[in-house]
């Protein structure tokens, strides 16, 4: 098993910035991709961002390119996700997510709020 914190999320208005942190305890072998999530209130979650384990692979949602950047620390097991130039269409539950490969993600965590007022 893994698990998995998220901390760093708030209230921030438009064009701000915000930094979320994912702790992972456990089996952390297992974490080979490490992402963050989001779901909007009436909507789907959706992906937003994710890196392999040596951390030179990120992957990106269209829409964050080039505001949000993802990094991953292993000798902590932390993976965060830098934010900047927030739109209030960000605003959603962040969720960190754990897994063997891309896309096939295990283990999730209890999700952090993120707010972008206009």
């Known amino acids: 098993q893994v698990q998995l914190v998220e901390s760093g999320g708030g209230v921030v208005q438009a064009g701000g910035s915000l930094r979320l942190s994912c702790a992972a305890s456990?089996?952390?072998?297992?974490?080979?991709?490490m992402a963050w999530f989001r779901q909007a209130p009436g909507k789907e979650r959706e992906f937003v961002a994710a890196i392999n384990w040596s951390g030179n692979i990120p992957y990106y949602l269209n829409s964050v390119k080039g505001r949000f950047t993802i990094s991953r620390d292993n000798a902590e097991n932390t993976v965060v996700l830098q934010m900047n130039s927030l739109k209030p269409e960000d605003t959603a539950v962040y969720y960190c997510a754990a897994g063997k490969a891309h896309l096939s993600y295990d283990y999730w965590g209890q999700g952090t709020q993120v707010t972008v007022s206009s």
């Open positions: 456990g089996r952390t072998f297992s974490t080979n991709f």
